[in-house]
């Protein structure tokens, strides 16, 4: 009885394992494809949590920012195709195969950007904005990489399409839409204002 409970337990182990292992990599999070990165009022990115799934337990898994041409495409490579300066530093997937990168951990969060690349390879803009002054290859379409070798392609790799959100250039304006508004508000005040004194002072005229 005791062998039979031993294999038993035995086959339910490899089931499980087999289970973990043949789950297909897979980005979780963000769960929208393409994922809109938000940009903040400078027109900086805002950084974002990635989940992922699939990966064997206790793998070190990389996430990083490539340019718009798919891995199939002729001499695709992650040392071409994708940012080498975009990759933190490695989660270990947990015992189910999962590796979160929360967006407030600076150690391993996606340091996205926006705009030219860190090694200055690629470009990533919004939809609309102007492509900066280089004469690097520019796409409003670019994506998350999720891997085992940021520098090599592997079986594990799985991909999120990422866009940006809003127009407008590329680099920061240092100039807020806010203000912008403000600007105008106050100076239709200004007239309003002005407008109201003339013609109270042509009324008084009048009765005297």
């Known amino acids: 009885m005791k062998l039979v409970s ?6 339910v182990a490899v089931v499980v394992t087999a289970g973990v292992a043949s789950a297909a990599p897979r980005v979780d999070e963000p769960s929208t494809n393409p994922y809109v990165v938000a940009l903040g009022a ?30 199939g495409d002729v001499n695709w490579s992650p040392s071409r195709d994708c940012d080498p300066a975009s990759t933190n530093a490695p989660v ?11 967006a407030n951990d600076a150690n391993h969060n996606v340091p996205i950007f926006v705009g030219e690349s860190p090694q200055q390879l690629f ?5 609309g904005a102007a492509k900066p002054s280089n004469s690097l290859p520019t796409s409003t379409t670019c994506q998350l990489r999720a891997s085992s070798n940021p520098s090599r392609a592997t079986q594990d790799q799985t991909f999120r399409t990422i866009v940006y959100g809003g127009g407008g250039s590329s680099r920061d304006s240092g100039f807020p839409a806010w203000a912008a508004v403000l600007i105008v508000v106050l100076a239709v005040g200004g007239i309003v204002a002005v407008t109201v004194i003339v013609r109270g002072r042509k009324t008084r005229a009048r009765v005297k």
């Open 6 to 11: 031993t294999l038993m337990l035995s086959l």
């Open 42 to 71: 400078q027109g900086q990115p805002v950084p974002f949590t990635v989940v992922v799934s699939g990966f064997a337990p206790r793998t070190a898994v990389f996430v990083e920012i490539c340019n718009n041409r798919h891995p």
């Open 92 to 102: 270990y997937a947990d015992n189910n195969g999962v590796a979160r990168f929360a």
């Open 123 to 127: 470009n990533c803009v919004p939809k």
